[in-house]
């Protein structure tokens, strides 16, 4: 049967009411759904998730994550500490990112974690330096720029040459080389991450045929990979979320198990983050104006650019409902703003809403991914609340 019809959104109406605003209402039973399905959809295969920390970095989140067996993918050093303290094994950890500090490689080695995903030959030279000082040895993989463009926002592909992520294809094979020279270096495998809100499977298809001529290559010259990253990026549904509570899974793992050579022994990694979190959090928003001006009328909440910054950002697009209007039917058009001082502080121009009032209380949908972790003080506003419905 299809899990996804199975799921109807529904907010806890108590803690809707008695929960001062702006918060983030986490669901935490379509958080342990959605860790279900993925646990479900690789059951069997040589798969293993991990969950990309920066996506959201609530430790009850995490600490929910780590339960469901998932590894973590890293981006800094303050990540792993509430990793760790959220209790991932550093064994299951892989560390990103173009600009690792020292401090930050030695955390690293100290844990012994179980990788780190090394985007240029000065990061390499200086976590084999490192490791030797410390007495260790460091795993790593090479991060590839496959050049491949998952038609995502500019802001959000990551994966073509003319951005600054990974080693590009010609680099690669000089780089494998000179990292099997190294006393203090084990490498591991070949990591990839070409974007993010990647909805349709072709950009992982086409990941998957690179991958396959690499390792052919590679193989020819008798250079053998234990694990193959393929990254994140797998997208949802922000239009309709009740529709599509939990992401395609099955036809995401299902084109690597198909596409993806990978060889007997060899272990796959994913990190995804959005497609764990996105859809169960909500930003949640009183009205604390409805203002008419010439020829538009706008929603004025408490929260806006602070506490989710996506649609000033990157153009996101997330579904906006009023909780508390009468009569269900779209009958006005808005533009829903925040109270912060930039004309981009906009969450939807042109939205169509039931007639709104002040008081009315709104919500802003799939705001679990690249949400509250990415909020800020500015305007010395403070830190939205979070609260979490639906655990046992
Ligand atoms: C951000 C990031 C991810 C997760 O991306 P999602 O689109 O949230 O799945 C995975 N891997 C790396 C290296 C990243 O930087």
């Not at 339960?67 to 094994?89: I, N, Q, T, Y």
């Not at 991060?143 to 590009?168: L, M, Q, S, W």
């Amino acid at each position: 049967m299809d899990k996804t019809l199975l799921y109807q959104h529904a907010f806890d109406k108590d803690v809707v009411r008695s929960t001062a605003t702006p918060f983030y209402y986490y669901d935490t039973a379509l958080l342990h759904e959605t860790l279900q399905e993925v646990n479900h959809q690789i059951h069997g295969l040589p798969f293993q998730v991990h969950y990309a920390v920066k996506a959201n970095n609530n430790p009850r989140i995490l600490s929910e994550i780590a339960k469901g067996g998932l590894g973590a993918d890293l981006v800094s050093g303050g990540e792993m500490e509430v990793a760790l303290a959220a209790g991932f094994k550093a064994q299951e950890m892989s560390f990103s990112g173009v600009g690792k500090s020292d401090q930050e490689i030695m955390l690293g080695i100290q844990h012994d974690i179980g990788c780190f995903n090394v985007e240029s030959i000065p990061e390499l030279e200086v976590i084999n330096q490192l490791a030797c000082e410390m007495g260790k040895t460091a795993n790593i993989a090479f991060r590839v720029n496959p050049d491949i463009d998952a038609h995502t926002h500019k802001y959000i592909t990551t994966g073509t040459a003319e951005n600054k992520f990974g080693i590009c294809i010609e680099a690669l094979e000089p780089a494998v080389k000179h990292a099997l020279t190294l006393p203090h270096i084990h490498l591991r495998g070949l990591h990839f991450h070409i974007g993010s809100q990647i909805t349709t499977m072709r950009p992982f298809a086409m990941l998957c045929d690179t991958i396959n001529s690499l390792l052919d290559k590679f193989e020819q010259q008798n250079i053998h990979f234990e694990s193959i990253n393929v990254g994140g990026g797998l997208g949802i549904d922000y239009t309709d979320p009740d529709s599509h509570p939990l992401p395609d899974f099955k036809s995401y793992f299902n084109t690597f198990k198909e596409k993806l050579h990978y060889r007997p022994n060899q272990l796959v990694h994913f990190e995804l983050g959005r497609a764990i979190v996105g859809e169960c959090g909500t930003l949640i928003a009183s009205v604390i104006y409805v203002k008419e001006s010439r020829n538009k009328k706008f929603i004025i909440l408490d929260a806006g650019m602070t506490e989710l910054i996506r649609p000033a950002l990157y153009d996101a697009h997330h579904l906006i409902q009023n909780l508390t209007a009468q009569g269900g039917e779209p009958c006005g058009v808005y533009d829903v703003v925040g109270p912060i001082c930039e004309s981009s502080d906009v969450f939807c121009r042109d939205c169509k809403l039931p007639i709104t009032r002040r008081g009315d209380l709104i919500a802003i949908r799939s705001a679990g991914a690249y949400g509250e972790c990415m909020s800020s003080r500015y305007n010395m506003r403070r830190q939205p609340a979070s609260v979490f419905v639906g655990s046992k």
